[in-house]
């Protein structure tokens, strides 16, 4: 019946222990944006002008650094993250292929990343260390190597089934 | 029964920790080591590792999982996690000792077997082991691999051997041995020149000699130094910093311990990228087990030094690596460099005299301080001594983390080690071979004519390549050049910061006139203005970054010019991998009209009637490839029809 | 260091510069460069300064410093050719509509790129057409036109203390933007103009009224009058080629007339009536000591210092003088006289617009704010700053130099010397110290003897006599020094009497509505002119201006500070702590009518444990089973630091309140609302 939001509370004290954990260090906004966004997975922007006040910096530059660096993302990601790793020996074994088809699947175009439905992310990394597995792509974390467009488009499909079966239920 | 105990913080006796640490090893009769890098650990290292315990405990097998040298028992193996093995085509690896036996490609499936028949029987299991592609023999293990043998592992010597989460196996390797010696034995004017004699140059890739950097930040008037470990290794396809940090990073550590104490620093960070998890946990781990046993902290070992570590982990921007931007991310700014003068080392976090030093570089200091600058030098090169690690990678039959001499030539590695060049179907085929990007998107390309050229600083310098921080990318004659300067210039661009206009601005307008190549809106006046931004990037740019981001270009450029050429005047690209230049194409000949190829196509560029030939809209088609595989009858293909 | 360095061949001593760049324009060569300021950090970016040393490294000269024997070139080919190359760059992106663009004839990148000899842009537009941003009463943002140099970044951050604005992402998608990509009329810019002033395109341009204030003059119902600000006349002559300093306010009122102005008066006067305001205020609180009234008066006629305390120390409100400024307080005896000329049946029935020239951005604020509005009309209808009264006058085709003088009209014509020096930094203090000192004799003396607390700290201090002791002054410039004493003084570790804060460098003479100056050496000339004003005033004390004293005595009837003369010339500030509209919704319950419950977690509450009753709260929300009727958040500020933790329930706001106090108030609440429901 309510819409008690007890995460949301939890979440918000949990920002709040992570400036104590920190110590309010302004020099330390860096690791406190990336405590804040494993909390939220993405940096609401009222809790960075939260963020700003309680270190005494100005909101632009929060906002400076949480646009500058590639992991911090001002946009709610999808439940599933697929990352396809761009390194050098993937791009060589055709890891562009593997985006552009996936990109078409999920009808993400210029810099839209996630899809509207908030079930996918897409993301390019350089480098996630299995240069051996090239190309490499991984979903939430699961690692899979010599990835092609078939391959991943079937991964796509199947995490469609299981999504559609679990909203029926 | 001996306890090894740090008493209030006070580092233990080295040596009485490392007779413990033997003596417990000894009571194992063999040791089972699972490679549990990256690499392997996404190929399912882990869950082999999970399997051999509880199967070598179903055979009931008494197994140590990592070593406790306060336990008596005699045990029938010891089982640890290895860092990188390096030898990444084949992982999972797993090593037995005292047998000398390495097992390739280890499943789940498998275990059992290694358990009934090498653990309890001693046998080796042929299936398991590396068959050489040449000859077809089987090798027994790590010293009989040419892959292996021909390498000069030292920094790595320690990686994929030791438990990187056992502090007093680091100590039985005489670790803080060096570190010891340099608190309690030399001054830190002593230390300096220990370093300076041995002529270590910086391994991050500006090839900066230690010593020097060291001695000017001692020499600075500072009672608050600092030293940075620089662990943020961006260049993509390069992980042997991650490797040293996952394998190994009491060495590390150490390393900075006895920075610490030749600059007077007291404070130090370990920058790692954020993309290395494994490196992250294992360093943290390291820096907290060095902390516990009061090698790091107030007054260490009784030297009257006191200096701690702090983890910070980076948040996804390749310039930090530049030590001036690192010192500004640390400090929780946006990472953008500053102009130098003045150096870091002079000035850096907060204002203070701050050494920024290379992962690889810092892992190496320990050796040098403990065997002396003499020993050091008698490998390598005069003006290069000592070993790089190198990330062998692309078309290459050996891919994996390597370590060989300075001087050692490019053949050696490409050949003896790497196993020779894979050409476009996967089989070894040296003649394809067409270059190998040294250096990542800051460095040049190597091409037959340089086969020959020793492989350090200097030598590399004068040809317009840079040794960088090791990433060795192999190229076969399937690769477009004008594509490869592209993806650097590409990479470069996408992680400038921003601050400078010749990068900024300059770098983007090269990837644009790129695109108009490999587009084919390319005309007579592209490659020189390509030239010319080139050389105003290099030389006006305010960092690292920008003045080597046109080094790939001019490099593949000077190499492959007609390549480029043909591109430009005959909007031809003589791989077919520059898609408006090449576009998937059915041959109606062979096509059987079987609509599998429609099928697959994300775009629905595909249509056509059953039983006739179907045909691409080349204007929907992403030439993502996906209808080539899936195509029987090799009906599709790339180039002009 | 000591010592020469060559430069191009000429031998150049070495005299304490901190970089070769300074050194190098003691050669008289003017080294091309878009971001390096002595007063603000070194940035390195703009790679225009690049020098060739000692035959080798090729370095940008700002950074690196002078050591003798050090041989440098400025113009190798190499240095010509890289210069050229980055304009060329800089250009590709940069809208380029020279003709039609305001600043065309002061853009420095437009100068450097004929100067350098760019003939030709080789390369293309990669960058998406950005939004313009008009959001902000006083200052209009192109982005297009930003060459990403920094330097309003680093005034706002480093000058002013605020950092409104920063640089937000990263390579060619860089851009300088307020948080989130706001408008910089929604966050805590104070509209000081700085950026604008530093700005070497017209990337940030003040807003202008010049078409709306030519439609006024264009409309015969209307009647025009205009204000001059003291800062404006020692100024508007550099726009027509006459020295920065030369005063020029005979020509500015004949300039006026020409231009169709109805009247033209002197913001001096106003100067004049806020010095009398002011002083019997200051004195009023030496006297009575009320709480809230602690020492210090802070000066409130720098619209720019208004919004940052406001923002920012809402605690010392209490003690910023509640005098309008000058310009306000002429534009209330406007209003006053029409009304009074209204009720009498004596008046034409134009409507009347109050148009003021000011050297100033955040004037534009000023004019807008609730509180100077009288009976629906604002006190001053329009800002015009002194470029674009120069823009007009030019655009009237007007040789603004060759005018002869013409007059303002009395009485708010007339000022004495003191009303004119307002216009620089520490002569609001001075003013106020000439009426009030029992020591000022006028003649050619000043009643303030200024001294520099730290070479360049912006804080100058001196005292005079008055009601038996000693009053100390600071006049304090630029706002991030303004910050700095602001916290001392809550924290009691600074005493003083009266503060005079200005936010623009020198004063009102630099304030960014006046010509771009090429130098610093502009501003001091700028306020010698005012001295040279003052000086030739036979009245240099506003004492002795006989128009005063009769408008007191005759026109309003009453003494200074009181009865009329309160209700005209005083005005209200109120507290707007940056993130007064944002909140973190925590609960939001489903019921059709929900109490809110607002819990504040800025910093200061928070220190007083209101984290703990947010906790306690949300859990007793959860188990009560209230979620129905209540919606939980937690606010940034409710602007009562000194009686947290406070939390407000439906509308009534509990003070330093527990956990149990809150809930208590919440359940009667709920109550109440349940037995609504069922009524």
New interface residues.
Partial sequence: MSTCKESEALRFEAVVAILDRYERD??????I??AVQEEYRYLPEEILTYVAVSLDLSPAKVY??AT?????SLEAKGKYVIKVC????C??K?ST??V??LR??LRLEGKKKTTDDLLFTLET??????????P?MTVNDE?H?LA???AA?EIVKSIREKEAAHAAN | MLRIESKEGRAPDLEVVAAAWDSARARALRRIVVCAG??CI??GSLKVYEALKARAAEAGLKVSIGLDVHNDARKDALLTKSGCQGF??V?PLVTIEPDGILYTHVHVEDVPEIVEKTLVRGEAIERLQYRDPVSGEVKRGKGEIDFYARQDRRVLSACGVVDPEDLYEYIARDGYRAARKALLEMSPAEVCEVMKASGLRGRGGAGFPTGRKWELALRQDEKEKYIICNGDE??????MD?SVLEGNPHSVVEGMLIGARATGATVGYVYVR???PLAVVRIRAAVEAARASGFLGKDIMGSGVDFDIRV???????VCGEASAMVS???????MP????PRTAEKGLWGKPTVVNNVETLAQVATIVLHGAAEYRRTGTESSPGTKTY?L???VAN??LIEVPFGTSLRTVLFDIGGGVLGKDGKPDNAAFKAV?IG?PSGGCLTKEHLDIPMDFDSLGAIGAMVGSG?L?V?NDS?CMVQMAR?FMH?T??????????C???T??IL?LLDDIIEGRADE?TLG?IE??CE?VA????CGLGASAPSPVLSMLRQFRPEFEAHVRDKRCPTGQCKALSPFAIDPAACKGCGMCAK?C??SAISGERKEAYRIDQAAC?????CV??CKFNAIKRGAL | MSGFVTVDGIKVPIEGEANLLALIRKANIDIPTFCYHSHLS??????LC?VEINGKE???S????PKDGMTIRTSTP?IR??RR??LE??L??HRQDCPTCERSASCKLRDLASRMGVRDV???R?RPEQAIDEGSPCLVRDPNKC??C?DCVRYCAEIQGIGAID?A??????CVTPAFGKSLGEVDCVNCGQCAAICPTAAIVPRSHVDAVWKEIDDPNAKVVAQVAPAVRVALGERFGLPAGTITTGRIAAALRMLGFDAVYDTAFGADLTVVEEATEFLGRLAAEESGARPPLFTSCCPAWVKFAEQSFPELLPRLSSCMSPQSMVGSVLREEKARSVASGKDDGRKLRVVSIMPCTAKKYEIARPELSRDGHKLVDYVLTTNELASMIQEAGIRFQDLRSGSMDLPLGFSSGAGIVFGRAGGVSEAVARYASAEYRGGSAEALDFAEEAPGSGVRTASFEARGRRITVLSVQGLANAKRIAREILAGTRQADLVEVMACPGGCVGGAGQPIATDAASRSQRAAGLAQADGERELRSTADNPFIASFYSGTLGCKPGEGRAHELFHTRYSSKKRIQDASIRLVKGSGQRRIPVKVCVGTSCFLKGSQAILADVLHHVESGGLADFVDVSATFCSEKCGKGPTVTVGDTILERTTSAKVMEELLARVEELKAGATA
Avoid: W
């Fill in positions: 302004p020099s330390r906004l860096i690791p944006l990336q400076g650094v500058f660096y590639g992991h911090f761009d390194g050098t020996a791009h060589v055709g292929g593997l552009d088809a078409a699947e990394v350089s480098c996630l260390g299995a240069c051996g597995l090239a490499v690692v190597g092609t467009p078939a488009l | 990256t690499g996404a190929n990444c085509q992982g961006g260049d993509p396809g390069a992980f991650r954020a993309e290395y910070m982990e980076g948040a996804g921007a390749f991310s640390i400090m929780g700014n946006r990472g500053r102009p130098k003068p990330a990678t692309g078309h891919t994996g990007q990542g990433g990318v190229m690769t993806f990479f661009q996408n992680e400038s910061c921003g601050k400078c206009v010749p900024r601005e300059g983007r307008q644009a006046t203005l010319e931004l105003n030389e006006s740019s305010l697959a994300p775009a992403l030439r993502c490839g996906a595989a899936t | 070194t940035y390195g970016a703009c790679r690049l090729i370095d940008a700002c950074v690196v410093p190499r050719s890289m190359m980055n760059l800089l590709a992106n080789r390369f293309r990669t060459i990403l920094g640089f992402h990263r390579g060619t998608e860089a």
